[in-house]
């Protein structure tokens, strides 16, 4: 497990216990002795309006081939999760450098850093 792959994971619904079984994009590796992960949501659902941390995923496009997502998708970096390995259901696939190296300066954005 490393940063850029995607996996189907439970993810926890904003303001409530549940958690959802949904794509996500590993922002680290394992971490710690439990072992956690932080991910970032993915979704189907186009926003009507992205955010300047949104990137969308396009799987017709060459540089999104290799994620392996079945529709055009939006990694929402403001939606962040610590969970623990166990919650990584199913390895999908992965982003390559590229955009790799767009996420890293979007979560930089964001996070003012």
Known sequence: MIAGE????????????????????????PVGPVPEVLVA??????PSTLLPSDLIVDPTHPDF???KLKACSVVRLHKLATIHQRSLMRYLGWLEAGPMTGVGARLRTLLNL
Do not use: D, Q
């Open 65 to 67: 081939a290799s994620a």
């Open 41 to 46: 949501y993915i979704s189907s659902v186009m």
């Open 6 to 29: 995607i996996y189907l994971a439970h993810f926890p619904f904003g303001g409530s216990a549940g958690m959802k079984l949904r794509p996500v994009l590993l922002l680290t590796g």
